[in-house]
Structures are given as C-alpha cells and as structure tokens.
C-alpha cells in the first residue's frame, strides 16, 4: 500500500506517459526539481515520531503560506488526501491531523470540495476489491480531518454530506466496525441545538428497537435527549428506557460496550451518560439494582464487571450521600472485594489502582462536604474479608481528606478498634475459603482480630501521611491511644484520663496487644524523624517522646484509674523516677547537642521499661551514670581518676549499651544510636573501640557466640504467617504446588541423609523379622505368616519414624544456624553505622588507623563468600566507609606520636597481603590502605624538623631549584624512603616476575603519581625488566609502567637535568633492544611487548622534543629502518590482525618524528579487476524509493569512464565546475604520493614504482588510487618536509648524516623534532620549510577551489 502511494504521488512520470495522461511534463518536472525541501516534509508527516510530525506539518503550513495561490496547494492537498488511504495503520492519522491543520489554517479552501476530492480519489464503486479497506479508511479519516479543522460544524452543507458519508460508511462493519457511528456522535455533540432541528431526522430512526440495537445508536438517542429533548419527544414519543421489557435489552447493550472497550480499558461514555438519565428521571436505585446488580453482574463476565466498577468511581461524585449508601452496601461492592482478594497474581489485572483514582479524585472534588467524604471512606472501609479490609493500610487518598473529615474517620476507626461491629461491615468469603475452611474455625474472635490488627496499622499510617502538623491534636490522640492500649489496662474511668472510659466488647488477647506495641514503636520512629520541631518551635514545647514519657508517669501516678500490664517493680520504678529527674537536668542543658542526643537515648530506653522491664532497667542505671560522667568530665577529671581506676571508663559503657540496643530490630535505636555515638566518638578509647571492632570481626563471630544477642520478631512473623496462610487459601492450586515440592524435597532430603547407623538398624529388624534370608535359615521357601508380618510393619514405622525425627531435627538444626548467621549478619550492619560515624565524625583521631585491617578482612571475607543479600549488602557498606569515607577523606591522622614505627610495619604488612590475595580486586584495597598510611606518613612532621618548618617553608616560597623541594618535602614528614623503598620495590619485583600476580599497573601508577620522589627511587627496578630473562608480558608491563610514569609533572621536579637526560637515555637503549626483534613475534604475549615497546619510544620522542634533549637517535633509526621492509612485507600479505596493523602505525608514528614519512600501500590485482568496471556490479533497484528521493550524479557514468581514461591536465585559470574539481583532486593525489615515494613530479612514475602494476595502466590513474589513503595524502600535502623514500638509499643515507650533527649539537635540529607546539602549528612549520614544487601548485588549486565553491 505504501508503493501505491509513493507510485501515484511521488515519482515523476517519464514525458512519454505525461503526453499520454495529458499532464504537462515540465511543470511537474520543475515542481519537483525545485521544491525538495517541500516534498521532504510528506516523508515526515508520516513518521511514528510525533516531535517529528508536529514539526514537519508545521513547516509546511509555514511554507504554504508564502505560496497560498502557486501550485503547491494543489500538491499538498492531492498528496494529503492520497495518504489518507495509505497502507500503512499508523501512517493514516498523520496525514489527516496534518490536513485538519491545513484546513483549519487556510479557511478559503472549501470543505465540499475536499470531500469531493476524497469521493473521486477513493471511489468506492471503481475501486479494486483489494483496495476497499484502505479506500474506506480514507473516508473516514477525512471526515475526521473535516470535524479537527473545526469548521465542520459551521458548514451545514458539509456536515449534512459528512452525516450521509459516515452512514454509508456504517454499513462496511467487517472492515470498520463501529468506528463511523462513533465519529457521528462525536461530530453531533459539538453541532448547536439549531442545527439539530434539521439534522434528527436523518441520522436518529424512529424504531426503538434501533435505538436499543447497539451502542452507538443508544448514544445517539442520549445525546439527542439532552440536546433537543422537545424535538426528541415530538419525533418518538414518550420513551422509558428503564420499563420492565427495555432492562435487558439495555443490558445486552451494555454488555457490548463493555467488550468495545476491553482494549482500552475505559468507562464508555453511553454507560455514563444512561447514568445521568436515571439521576434526572429519579429512577437510580431501579438501574442501579436492576440494570447493573442483577444484569451485568449476574453471570460471570469480566469486561461488565469493570465497567460496573468504573461505573461506581465515575458515580461518586454524582451521587448524594443515602445514594452511596445504597451504592456501597450492595453486591457490586462485594464482587469488587473478592475481586480485591483473588487477584494477586502479576499476569492478572488489578482493578484497585484505578478505583484510587477514582476515590482520589472524587476526594479532592468535594473537600467542602466533609460528610460525604467520610461517608465514602468509611463504605470502603467496611468491605472485608473474613474481618480483614481489602483496602490496604497505607491507602493514599487519605491525604484528600479535610481536617473534619479526617478527624470523623480516625474517631470510627477508633471506635471499632474498641467495639467491633461486625454487622454494619459489608464482609465476604471466596469461593476458595468456603470449600476449604472449617466454620467452627473462623468465629467473630478471628474476625475481630483481624480487624483490629488492620485498624492499628491504619492508624499508625495515617499519621504517617501527614506531612505537616496542623493536626497535632489529632497526633498526640493516636499516639496516646497507641500507647495506652499497648502497655495498659484501666480499673476505673476518670475524666483526667479519657483512654480509661473506652471499654472493650471484645477482650483483647496477647498477640493483638503485641501487634499494637510493635504499631507504636513504629509510630514513634514517625514522630521522632519526621515530625522533628524546627528551632523556634523546640523552645516552645516539647517532643513527643518527652510528652509521651510525661503521659506514662501520669498513668503511673493514677495507679487507681490505671495499671500497666507488667507491673513496676520497686528497683523499676526507682529507675524511672531517677530517669525523670536526669531528664529535668539535661532538659537545662538543652542548648548543648551531647545533652540532647543523650536526652533522645535515655528516652527511647525510659519507654522501653514497659515492653522489657528487666533489661531496661539496667541500662538506665548504667546509661544515666554515663550521662553524669560525661557532662561532668571537665570539672572532676581528676577525682573521677583517682576514685576508681578498676571501674571502666564510662565511654566504654556507653558502648556497650549501644552494641546492645542495636542488637534489636529497631530502626529508631538505630538512629538514636548513630545520634549518641557521633557526640561521644571523639572521647573513644581504644578498648572501646576494640568491643565494635570484635563484633565485626568475622572469625570470631563464625567461632563463638556473641556476646550481644540479636533479637527477632519471630512471634510476630508466626502471627502474619497464620494471617497470610488464611488469606492465601483461595490460592489452592499455588499452594498445592509448593507442598508437592516441598515432599519432593523431603524425599530427596531422606535418601540423602541415609547414614551407616540407621542402614544397620533397618538390616537388623529386617533379619529379626527373617525378611532377608540368614545364615541358619535352610528353608527359603517358607513365607511369614500375618502376625510376623504386623509385627515387621510395626518396627519399621517405628525406625522410619525415628529417622524421619532426626532429618527434622538436622534441618531444624540447619535452618536455625542460618538464621543465626543472617541475624549476625544484620547485627554487623548495624553496627557499621558506628565505625562511618567515627570516620566521618573523627577522620583525625589515631584510632581511624586501627580500623584499616578489621575492614579489610570483612571485605576479604565477603568477597569470597558473598552469596547472600546480606553478605552483599554488608560487602557493599564495608568497601563505601573504606574507600569514600577513610581512604578518599580530605581529612587524616596528622598526629601518630610514637606510632610511626607499628606505621611502617603495617605498611609492609598490608604490601605483602596485597601480593597474596588471589584476586585483584582485593588486592587493591590493600594496596590503597597502603597508600593511606603512606599519607598520614608524608603528612606527619618529625620532631627535630618541627622548629625548622616555617624557615624551609619560607625558603620554598622564593625560586629554588627543581630537586630541592621535594628534599625539604622529605625533612620535614615523618616518611623515611629509605624504610619503605625496599617494601614496595620487593612488590614490584613481585609484580614483573611473578607469573599470577594480584598487582597490577594502575596501582602501582597510583604510588608513583603521589609519591614522585619513592617513584625515584623505583624507576631504576623497572627499567631493569624491560629487557633480560623476564617473561614478554612482564617486559610489556614495565614498558607500560614507564610510558605512563615518565610524563608525570612531579616526577621530573625530582630530576636535575644530567639525571633526567641520563635516564631517558638508559631507557632509551633498552627500548632500542627489544626493538632488533621487531616484526617476528609468534605469540600474543610478545606482540603486546613490542605495542608497548613501541608505545613507550613515542613517549620518549614526545619528551625529547619538548624538553630538547641531546639525545643520539641514530641507533634508534638504524634499527627501526632495518624492520621496515619486514613489517611493510607482511602487511601487504594480509598476515596481520587488528593488534598487528596498531603495531604498524606505531612504528610510522616514531619513524614520522625521525622525519621518514609512510609509503602508500598499492591494491592487489585482485582487488583491482572490479574497479576496472563498475557497470558490471551496478546494483539492482530495491524498494519502493522514489526518484525524487534520489541523489542524482553530478555527471553521467559514460563521461566520467572518459576522464578516467584521459590524463589529467589543469591551468589553473580554469573556473572550477563539478568535473574539474575531482580531476584536480585525482592530480594532487597523483602528486602527493609521487612526492611521498621520492619521486620528483616530473619524473615518469611507472620507472620507479615499488610495487608492480598492470601494464595497461599508469600510477596516475585515478581509478588505481587507493581510497583509503585519503586522510595520509592531506597529511603529506601539509608536513612537506624533505621526505625519505624507502627505495633510495643514497637519499637516506645523506639524511643520516646529517641528522646526528643536528641532534647533538642541540642548536638546529631537525623542525619535526624541535617544536613542543601543538601538532598543528608543527605541520605549518614542516610546510612552509619544504623544497617541493607540489606546495605552491596545491596552493593555488585549494584557492580556485575555495573561490569556485563560493554561491
């Protein structure tokens, strides 16, 4: 179909068949010479991008408007329409949006004639059959076009034709469908009420039966209702739709639009507007029960079934409040529960997230009338499952809620929390919970459990989803009910406490007051992190920790009214009074952070007396001794010394108290914790941080037992177990599934755990049972008898039963030594918070240094066994307070006393470990731990240069020399080269001699970079291994390392000047002997030694340049030259791979510097024959693309084989056209690669051409010349020094001689060694030096060409 569109409208006709057509061939050819950029803009009208169609249809109404009377219009319009019938689906909407846009710009075009012109290129009668579908699409996409232009409905006369269009079209169902009658009502409802008069009758049938046939009919008939319901009434009479004998037929209807839009996934607007006509006829409740409960919900039928519950969102808002009532008690809101329930799987489709839209929406709409909204939230509420809401506790639309309304919903939450009634709840079964659960199993206890568990967590999720605190009353009464309900009980009400005056109908059992404990810890971490008072608010009140602290007391005060379930015991309440009145004396102080951090801990440990009275009890003894201590430590330091030395010191009491808290699931400890810890780290002792530093230590903790242990939930996670394992019953077939492959595991786990002892055991009553034949027994033929028999079954059972407990007992045993393990490991993690406070916190503290081992065998260990997601996250926290918190920190230890020895003793110890490890990624955290005491190092200062630093640095700031600054550097830190040298020299020996090494080259590039002077020290080692008996990848490696190092600024501030040209020089003489192999390697190893050997001679020529060192290269030349013809030889035999042709250009590279340039590479013969005639592999024409799309040649294929043929001869006077300017091109190539060669170019080429050619051809053929030295030929044209051809000796030979007496004399060398510029500036000077004729000729060429390329 797309050929049949670029075939009629965009390829040109040959003048032959436009004499035949009757079309004038040069208009049309000039239309379309001239206006590429305008046919251009059709291609991407119908593009799948829509930026780009949006801006093309833009682009062409611009265009059309400069031109609104030239025969464009006409183009565009015949083309627009022609693509409206277009084969391709998506193409189609664009060419009718672009036309609609067309129309709607240019109001003088008129819509009769558009529609005509639609008529006549798609002529339903004359069209083939094949091309009906496409043919009808086109009709109606114009009408579409018609009705977006907007001016449709303006036109009367257009839009009756429209109208009778779109009912002819109506009748082509197979291929439309219902497309056409919606578009009828899509274009009626925006026609005014004036035109309707005339329009009903002809569009809208009288029958009713006809109205009642489909839904678009029933649409019509609604939309005429509410537009000319008098003239309606006039032509059918008075109709009830909602009569006895219309309801099922209304039905049908709605059951097919339901399918209609299964796709789509929407509401159809004639469910909606059927709708508004029983609100205004007062006949709601008879549609709603008759038509929608008992008709579209009465046999299982899905896409009814979301239409009933798009229905009731798109209804909220028109319904009153007795009518949501109705609405949301009857069957439509229970279907839509177990809908809630059973679909839990990812491949079903959930209806709930587009009920919240619509809740969410009617919510928003409607926050002046508080009534309704607590109406409906209260309705969904109360559909249940067993007791349980389907809607989830952390429902959002709780936000659109008004402060009245939102008061009214937690006031009944609260109440069926204390008095369930589960009457006015609209609860449900499945059809799954039916079949398989016991009744007596499931009375009103289970539901009021379930409802209650549900009713806590919405409350505490409320609170949670309000993000500023205007409710505060309404916060303190939930977290005060929270907080009552889980720890207390009343004895008699009082009006001082109104919690005592709610009464329980339902007694509450254990778990549930566990559920709501658990719910208020969770409320307080929200109250305590997100509700956290600014500065000015502080002053004037107090948190709520602290108020609900002051709530317990009071409770505890009214012990007549009120009595906490665990009771107080003296010692216990003597600690709660002493924690009160610290908390009075830390409240004075609350201008100071320490006293507020140990005010939240002490807190947070006061209200946890009510969940663990005992242990609490004892860690508010300790933690307020601590707080005493600690505040008080300036003033009596002395006698605190001189009291009790044996008592420990209180910071490591604290600590523990911590490792103890955050043994607990609780991610508000956690944060008090890191609170407490980040004011008390900069007093932390080293036993201290010896009790954070054993928990992490990973051998211990596999070893023996902590001594902190690691509390779970595990009563709670057996109660949401049971909930879930009731909730999931409907899930049969999942279930079963499981359960047969957990006894296939069982099995497997049996016959795998069949040990020698139970082997014997069975061999044994098998034998006592004479089931297997024994030694005395003659009488093989004899059977047992029945009683033998039962008594063989018997102890058989008995023994597999035994067997079967000690599997389970083994796995038991298993599963519990894994969960241990995955508590330990939460248990570290935690605890990681304490060591990132101490780095962040305390990056000078000496005691970092001790951190460095711990963490790397955690990260050692966790690499190799990192399995879990644990293990990972604990990998994962351990190498980010590693890398970006401790060895990446600006800030560091600049005080290490007398630790500079056990310094330099871990440096060598963590460089050893470093070459051990099996993998480089390990390595390379020691090795950087290495790197981060080599900086405390550097960065301490001795004593005896202490007094001298201010002098030396004075002395640095005036101009010096390049080697002293790094000597005074070396005085005054406390680095000693001479003990550290030996330990990374050892490792680099390690490294080039080594077959496996961990070490790799950015390590030890890293030392280098930051330690110029220990580099120094160590670039005679490596230079050593760039040649001799090491292995060629350890050469590669060293010639790796000095490419990379030798740049380096710092380094060679180290140097004196003799030393540096020394060394370059030494290197130097190495590189030249690894490079007399040059171009015979046999293996992959000894071909990276010669890249990297050729890699590291560019970067000492690169030096050499640009310091101008007085360097002897001509041995370095001799050997490079003597490999050329080798090197040259096998690439022209294609023997080399990638990695070879990298080798190759590098060489060119250095012999470029040395001032020999590369030699063009000549084709093959083989590779020639198909240049010879490029007619015989012309390509076939594929496609459908059009002509005008076409690039056409600047000239035919005939006179470019006859200037191919014909020598090239120029004046430069010539005015450039498009021929000339390729054979000026071919001639300065020709020139090019003669002067490349040594060739002079009036010289015959052919007498000394290295490479043999065909005899029937010349070099300076254009059609021989390789394609591809394009790029080397303009690099020729630019550097035109005095080249050096390969095939002159004697020219080679007077360039060596005098190249040494420039080089060494150091006063004229040679310009491509000499200037240090940028490479451009180089080529210039290379330029303008050379003696070849070719310059000033390719000069002149490059200028006619400038001034012939000009407009």
Same mark, same amino acid.
């Given at each position: 179909?797309?050929?049949?569109?670029?075939?009629?409208?965009?390829?040109?006709?040959? +003048?032959?068949?436009?004499?035949?057509?009757?079309?004038?061939?040069?208009?049309?050819?000039?239309?379309?010479?001239?206006?590429?950029?305008?046919?251009?803009?059709?291609?991407?009208?119908?593009?799948?991008?829509?930026?780009?169609?949006?801006?093309?249809?833009?682009?062409?109404?611009?265009?059309?408007?400069?031109?609104?009377?030239?025969?464009?219009?006409?183009?565009?319009?015949?083309?627009?329409?022609?693509?409206?019938?277009?084969?391709?689906?998506?193409?189609?909407?664009?060419?009718?949006?672009?036309?609609?846009?067309?129309?709607?710009?240019?109001?003088?075009?008129?819509?009769?004639?558009?529609?005509?012109?639609?008529?006549?290129?798609?002529?339903?009668?004359?069209?083939?059959?094949?091309?009906?579908?496409?043919?009808?699409?086109?009709?109606?996409?114009?009408?579409?076009?018609?009705?977006?232009?907007?001016?449709?409905?303006?036109?009367?006369?257009?839009?009756?034709?429209?109208?009778?269009?779109?009912?002819?079209?109506?009748?082509?169902?197979?291929?439309?469908?219902?497309?056409?009658?919606?578009?009828?009502?899509?274009?009626?409802?925006?026609?005014?009420?004036?035109?309707?008069?005339?329009?009903?009758?002809?569009?809208?049938?009288?029958?009713?039966?006809?109205?009642?046939?489909?839904?678009?009919?029933?649409?019509?008939?609604?939309?005429?209702?509410?537009?000319? +319901?008098?003239?309606?009434?006039?032509?059918?009479?008075?109709?009830?739709?909602?009569?006895?004998?219309?309801?099922?037929?209304?039905?049908?209807?709605?059951?097919?639009?339901?399918?209609?839009?299964?796709?789509?996934?929407?509401?159809?607007?004639?469910?909606?507007?059927?709708?508004?006509?029983?609100?205004?006829?007062?006949?709601?409740?008879?549609?709603?029960?008759?038509?929608?409960?008992?008709?579209?919900?009465?046999?299982?039928?899905?896409?009814?079934?979301?239409?009933?519950?798009?229905?009731?969102?798109?209804?909220?808002?028109?319904?009153?409040?007795?009518?949501?009532?109705?609405?949301?008690?009857?069957?439509?809101?229970?279907?839509?529960?177990?809908?809630?329930?059973?679909?839990?799987?990812?491949?079903?489709?959930?209806?709930?997230?587009?009920?919240?839209?619509?809740?969410?929406?009617?919510?928003?709409?409607?926050?002046?009338?508080?009534?309704?909204?607590?109406?409906?939230?209260?309705?969904?509420?109360?559909?249940?499952?067993?007791?349980?809401?389907?809607?989830?506790?952390?429902?959002?639309?709780?936000?659109?809620?008004?402060?009245?309304?939102?008061?009214?919903?937690?006031?009944?939450?609260?109440?069926?929390?204390?008095?369930?009634?589960?009457?006015?709840?609209?609860?449900?079964?499945?059809?799954?919970?039916?079949?398989?659960?016991?009744?007596?199993?499931?009375?009103?206890?289970?539901?009021?459990?379930?409802?209650?568990?549900?009713?806590?967590?919405?409350?505490?999720?409320?609170?949670?989803?309000?993000?500023?605190?205007?409710?505060?009353?309404?916060?303190?009464?939930?977290?005060?009910?929270?907080?009552?309900?889980?720890?207390?009980?009343?004895?008699?009400?009082?009006?001082?406490?109104?919690?005592?005056?709610?009464?329980?109908?339902?007694?509450?059992?254990?778990?549930?007051?566990?559920?709501?404990?658990?719910?208020?810890?969770?409320?307080?971490?929200?109250?305590?992190?997100?509700?956290?008072?600014?500065?000015?608010?502080?002053?004037?009140?107090?948190?709520?920790?602290?108020?609900?602290?002051?709530?317990?007391?009071?409770?505890?005060?009214?012990?007549?009214?009120?009595?906490?379930?665990?009771?107080?015991?003296?010692?216990?309440?003597?600690?709660?009074?002493?924690?009160?009145?610290?908390?009075?004396?830390?409240?004075?102080?609350?201008?100071?952070?320490?006293?507020?951090?140990?005010?939240?801990?002490?807190?947070?440990?006061?209200?946890?007396?009510?969940?663990?009275?005992?242990?609490?009890?004892?860690?508010?003894?300790?933690?307020?001794?601590?707080?005493?201590?600690?505040?008080?430590?300036?003033?009596?330091?002395?006698?605190?010394?001189?009291?009790?030395?044996?008592?420990?010191?209180?910071?490591?009491?604290?600590?523990?108290?911590?490792?103890?808290?955050?043994?607990?699931?609780?991610?508000?400890?956690?944060?008090?914790?890191?609170?407490?810890?980040?004011?008390?780290?900069?007093?932390?002792?080293?036993?201290?941080?010896?009790?954070?530093?054993?928990?992490?230590? +990973?051998?211990?903790?596999?070893?023996?037992?902590?001594?902190?242990?690691?509390?779970?939930?595990?009563?709670?996670?057996?109660?949401?177990?049971?909930?879930?394992?009731?909730?999931?019953?409907?899930?049969?077939?999942?279930?079963?599934?499981?359960?047969?492959?957990?006894?296939?595991?069982?099995?497997?786990?049996?016959?795998?755990?069949?040990?020698?002892?139970?082997?014997?055991?069975?061999?044994?009553?098998?034998?006592?049972?004479?089931?297997?034949?024994?030694?005395?027994?003659?009488?093989?033929?004899?059977?047992?008898?029945?009683?033998?028999?039962?008594?063989?079954?018997?102890?058989?059972?008995?023994?597999?039963?035994?067997?079967?407990?000690?599997?389970?007992?083994?796995?038991?045993?298993?599963?519990?030594?894994?969960?241990?393990?995955?508590?330990?490991?939460?248990?570290?993690?935690?605890?990681?918070?304490?060591?990132?406070?101490?780095?962040?916190?305390?990056?000078?503290?000496?005691?970092?240094?001790?951190?460095?081992?711990?963490?790397?065998?955690?990260?050692?260990?966790?690499?190799?066994?990192?399995?879990?997601?644990?293990?990972?996250?604990?990998?994962?926290?351990?190498?980010?307070?590693?890398?970006?918190?401790?060895?990446?920190?600006?800030?560091?230890?600049?005080?290490?006393?007398?630790?500079?020895?056990?310094?330099?003793?871990?440096?060598?110890?963590?460089?050893?470990?470093?070459?051990?490890?099996?993998?480089?990624?390990?390595?390379?955290?020691?090795?950087?731990?290495?790197?981060?005491?080599?900086?405390?190092?550097?960065?301490?200062?001795?004593?005896?240069?202490?007094?001298?630093?201010?002098?030396?640095?004075?002395?640095?700031?005036?101009?010096?020399?390049?080697?002293?600054?790094?000597?005074?550097?070396?005085?005054?830190?406390?680095?000693?080269?001479?003990?550290?040298?030996?330990?990374?020299?050892?490792?680099?020996?390690?490294?080039?001699?080594?077959?496996?090494?961990?070490?790799?080259?950015?390590?030890?590039?890293?030392?280098?970079?930051?330690?110029?002077?220990?580099?120094?020290?160590?670039?005679?080692?490596?230079?050593?291994?760039?040649?001799?008996?090491?292995?060629?990848?350890?050469?590669?490696?060293?010639?790796?390392?000095?490419?990379?190092?030798?740049?380096?600024?710092?380094?060679?501030?180290?140097?004196?000047?003799?030393?540096?040209?020394?060394?370059?020089?030494?290197?130097?003489?190495?590189?030249?002997?690894?490079?007399?192999?040059?171009?015979?390697?046999?293996?992959?190893?000894?071909?990276?030694?010669?890249?990297?050997?050729?890699?590291?001679?560019?970067?000492?020529?690169?030096?050499?340049?640009?310091?101008?060192?007085?360097?002897?290269?001509?041995?370095?030349?001799?050997?490079?030259?003597?490999?050329?013809?080798?090197?040259?030889?096998?690439?022209?035999?294609?023997?080399?791979?990638?990695?070879?042709?990298?080798?190759?250009?590098?060489?060119?590279?250095?012999?470029?510097?040395?001032?020999?340039?590369?030699?063009?590479?000549?084709?093959?013969?083989?590779?020639?024959?198909?240049?010879?005639?490029?007619?015989?592999?012309?390509?076939?024409?594929?496609?459908?693309?059009?002509?005008?799309?076409?690039?056409?040649?600047?000239?035919?294929?005939?006179?470019?084989?006859?200037?191919?043929?014909?020598?090239?001869?120029?004046?430069?006077?010539?005015?450039?056209?498009?021929?000339?300017?390729?054979?000026?091109?071919?001639?300065?190539?020709?020139?090019?690669?003669?002067?490349?060669?040594?060739?002079?170019?009036?010289?015959?080429?052919?007498?000394?051409?290295?490479?043999?050619?065909?005899?029937?051809?010349?070099?300076?053929?254009?059609?021989?010349?390789?394609?591809?030295?394009?790029?080397?030929?303009?690099?020729?044209?630019?550097?035109?020094?005095?080249?050096?051809?390969?095939?002159?000796?004697?020219?080679?030979?007077?360039?060596?001689?005098?190249?040494?007496?420039?080089?060494?004399?150091?006063?004229?060398?040679?310009?491509?060694?000499?200037?240090?510029?940028?490479?451009?500036?180089?080529?210039?000077?290379?330029?303008?030096?050379?003696?070849?004729?070719?310059?000033?000729?390719?000069?002149?060429?490059?200028?006619?060409?400038?001034?012939?390329?000009?407009?």
């Amino acid at each position: 179909m797309a050929q049949m569109e670029t075939q009629d409208v965009a390829e040109p006709m040959s +003048p032959g068949e436009a004499m035949k057509s009757g079309a004038r061939p040069a208009d049309r050819h000039g239309l379309l010479k001239h206006s590429r950029e305008f046919l251009d803009f059709f291609w991407d009208i119908a593009k799948p991008q829509q930026e780009t169609r949006l801006q093309a249809t833009e682009k062409l109404l611009q265009y059309l408007r400069t031109r609104p009377e030239g025969s464009e219009m006409k183009y565009a319009l015949k083309r627009l329409i022609t693509g409206l019938g277009v084969g391709r689906e998506t193409a189609r909407p664009c060419y009718s949006l672009a036309l609609a846009q067309l129309l709607q710009s240019f109001e003088d075009i008129s819509l009769c004639s558009i529609l005509k012109q639609i008529e006549e290129k798609h002529d339903l009668q004359k069209i083939k059959k094949a091309m009906m579908r496409p043919a009808l699409f086109a009709h109606l996409f114009g009408v579409l076009a018609l009705f977006q232009s907007g001016r449709l409905v303006k036109d009367s006369e257009a839009l009756m034709k429209a109208v009778k269009l779109l009912q002819a079209l109506a009748q082509y169902y197979n291929h439309l469908q219902e497309q056409p009658q919606k578009a009828l009502v899509d274009i009626l409802s925006e026609v005014p009420e004036a035109m309707w008069q005339e329009i009903l009758p002809k569009v809208l049938k009288v029958d009713l039966n006809s109205v009642l046939a489909s839904p678009e009919h029933l649409a019509l008939f609604l939309l005429a209702h509410q537009k000319v +319901p008098a003239k309606l009434e006039k032509l059918m009479g008075s109709v009830d739709l909602f009569s006895d004998e219309n309801i099922p037929r209304l039905v049908a209807v709605l059951k097919m639009a339901a399918a209609s839009v299964k796709k789509e996934r929407k509401l159809p607007a004639v469910a909606l507007d059927l709708l508004r006509l029983a609100l205004e006829e007062d006949k709601f409740p008879r549609f709603w029960k008759e038509v929608v409960e008992q008709g579209l919900l009465q046999k299982q039928f899905w896409p009814a079934s979301y239409l009933c519950f798009r229905l009731l969102g798109a209804a909220l808002p028109l319904l009153s409040k007795e009518q949501l009532q109705l609405v949301m008690r009857g069957d439509l809101i229970r279907h839509y529960g177990e809908h809630m329930v059973t679909a839990k799987f990812p491949n079903q489709f959930k209806f709930a997230p587009e009920m919240n839209e619509y809740v969410g929406t009617f919510l928003e709409g409607c926050r002046d009338d508080p009534e309704r909204q607590l109406a409906v939230m209260v309705a969904f509420t109360s559909i249940t499952n067993q007791g349980l809401p389907v809607v989830p506790t952390f429902w959002r639309v709780v936000r659109f809620l008004s402060a009245p309304a939102l008061k009214g919903y937690v006031a009944w939450l609260r109440d069926m929390f204390l008095q369930p009634d589960l009457d006015s709840l609209v609860d449900f079964s499945t059809s799954n919970q039916k079949k398989a659960q016991d009744a007596s199993l499931h009375g009103p206890e289970r539901a009021v459990s379930r409802l209650r568990k549900w009713i806590i967590l919405r409350l505490v999720s409320i609170v949670d989803s309000l993000h500023m605190e205007k409710e505060e009353a309404l916060i303190e009464e939930v977290a005060r009910f929270c907080f009552f309900h889980s720890f207390f009980e009343t004895k008699k009400a009082t009006s001082q406490i109104p919690e005592t005056k709610q009464q329980f109908s339902f007694p509450m059992d254990g778990r549930a007051r566990e559920v709501v404990s658990g719910a208020f810890f969770s409320l307080l971490q929200t109250l305590s992190t997100q509700f956290r008072q600014e500065p000015e608010q502080t002053q004037g009140r107090q948190s709520w920790t602290y108020q609900l602290v002051q709530f317990a007391d009071m409770l505890l005060n009214h012990s007549r009214n009120a009595a906490p379930l665990t009771p107080f015991t003296t010692k216990q309440r003597q600690a709660w009074d002493r924690m009160l009145q610290t908390l009075k004396e830390l409240e004075a102080r609350s201008s100071e952070a320490k006293a507020t951090a140990f005010q939240h801990l002490l807190l947070l440990v006061g209200i946890h007396l009510f969940k663990s009275p005992a242990e609490s009890c004892d860690l508010l003894g300790d933690i307020q001794t601590c707080i005493k201590k600690s505040l008080g430590e300036k003033t009596r330091q002395t006698r605190s010394k001189a009291s009790n030395l044996q008592e420990p010191p209180w910071v490591e009491v604290l600590v523990e108290i911590l490792l103890a808290l955050l043994a607990q699931p609780s991610h508000l400890i956690r944060q008090v914790a890191r609170s407490v810890f980040t004011h008390i780290c900069s007093h932390l002792t080293p036993r201290a941080l010896q009790l954070i530093l054993d928990v992490l230590n +990973p051998e211990q903790s596999q070893d023996e037992e902590d001594n902190v242990v690691v509390m779970d939930d595990s009563e709670k996670q057996l109660e949401d177990e049971e909930d879930k394992s009731s909730d999931s019953e409907d899930n049969k077939n999942s279930a079963s599934e499981e359960e047969s492959d957990e006894e296939e595991s069982d099995e497997e786990d049996r016959d795998g755990d069949v040990d020698p002892c139970f082997r014997e055991q069975l061999m044994a009553v098998l034998q006592a049972g004479k089931a297997l034949g024994g030694e005395d027994d003659d009488d093989d033929d004899e059977e047992l008898g029945d009683e033998a028999m039962m008594a063989l079954d018997q102890n058989l059972a008995s023994l597999f039963a035994e067997q079967k407990l000690r599997i389970q007992a083994r796995r038991d045993e298993k599963n519990k030594l894994q969960k241990e393990k995955a508590l330990r490991r939460d248990f570290q993690i935690r605890v990681l918070d304490l060591i990132e406070v101490l780095v962040t916190k305390q990056p000078a503290n000496p005691l970092v240094l001790e951190l460095l081992e711990p963490l790397l065998n955690i990260i050692r260990r966790s690499m190799r066994t990192s399995s879990t997601k644990q293990e990972q996250d604990l990998l994962h926290k351990t190498a980010r307070i590693f890398t970006h918190h401790l060895c990446r920190s600006r800030h560091y230890c600049r005080d290490v006393g007398n630790c500079v020895e056990t310094l330099y003793t871990q440096v060598e110890r963590l460089v050893q470990q470093a070459g051990r490890q099996a993998d480089s990624s390990i390595s390379l955290y020691y090795f950087n731990a290495s790197l981060y005491l080599l900086r405390v190092l550097k960065g301490n200062t001795s004593e005896r240069s202490i007094c001298k630093t201010p002098k030396k640095e004075k002395a640095g700031t005036d101009t010096s020399t390049k080697a002293k600054v790094p000597k005074v550097a070396q005085a005054t830190s406390c680095l000693d080269l001479s003990l550290v040298t030996p330990i990374y020299s050892s490792a680099l020996i390690s490294f080039l001699t080594k077959r496996n090494s961990p070490l790799t080259v950015p390590m030890f590039l890293s030392l280098f970079s930051r330690h110029p002077m220990l580099c120094k020290s160590l670039l005679p080692t490596v230079v050593q291994h760039v040649t001799g008996q090491t292995r060629p990848r350890h050469q590669a490696q060293a010639c790796l390392l000095l490419q990379k190092a030798l740049p380096i600024r710092e380094l060679r501030l180290c140097f004196e000047d003799p030393e540096w040209e020394q060394l370059i020089g030494q290197i130097l003489t190495k590189v030249t002997e690894n490079l007399r192999a040059l171009g015979e390697t046999q293996t992959k190893s000894e071909n990276l030694k010669e890249r990297s050997s050729l890699e590291l001679l560019n970067t000492l020529f690169r030096i050499i340049n640009h310091e101008k060192l007085t360097v002897d290269l001509s041995g370095v030349r001799g050997v490079l030259q003597s490999q050329q013809q080798k090197l040259q030889q096998r690439v022209q035999q294609g023997e080399h791979s990638t990695g070879s042709c990298r080798l190759y250009d590098l060489y060119w590279q250095a012999m470029r510097i040395l001032g020999v340039q590369r030699p063009k590479l000549e084709k093959k013969d083989s590779k020639e024959g198909p240049t010879q005639s490029p007619v015989s592999n012309k390509r076939k024409k594929k496609g459908f693309l059009p002509e005008t799309k076409k690039r056409k040649k600047r000239k035919s294929e005939g006179t470019t084989q006859k200037e191919d043929a014909t020598p090239a001869a120029t004046s430069g006077d010539q005015p450039p056209s498009t021929g000339k300017r390729k054979r000026k091109r071919r001639k300065a190539k020709v020139a090019a690669e003669a002067q490349v060669n040594g060739i002079p170019e009036a010289k015959s080429p052919a007498a000394q051409s290295p490479a043999p050619k065909p005899p029937t051809t010349s070099p300076s053929t254009p059609a021989k010349t390789p394609k591809r030295h394009k790029k080397n030929r303009k690099l020729s044209q630019v550097n035109g020094a005095t080249p050096v051809s390969p095939t002159e000796p004697a020219v080679e030979k007077q360039h060596q001689e005098e190249l040494p007496t420039k080089e060494v004399s150091g006063k004229s060398p040679q310009p491509a060694l000499q200037s240090a510029l940028p490479r451009k500036k180089a080529r210039l000077s290379l330029g303008s030096r050379s003696p070849s004729l070719f310059q000033s000729g390719a000069k002149k060429k490059k200028a006619q060409l400038r001034k012939g390329s000009k407009p």
